[in-house]
């Protein structure tokens, strides 16, 4: 299971990469809907803030 912490400023690069439409914007940062990730890790490896980890 991949998670966005509060490291996310909000910038958009993960949400470009993800395949399954699975990044969504909320208020105040990005989160990933868990039914909808495949966990290909393409969101981990365009964030320019290390703000998605693998938990």
Do not use: L, R, W
């Amino acid at each position: 299971m991949f998670q966005i912490t509060n490291k996310c400023v909000k910038c958009g690069a993960c949400e470009s990469e993800c395949p399954n439409d699975a990044i969504v914007e909320e208020k105040t940062q990005f989160n990933i809907d868990q039914k909808k990730c495949v966990k290909c890790g393409n969101c981990i490896a365009e964030c320019p803030n290390v703000a998605i980890v693998e938990k």
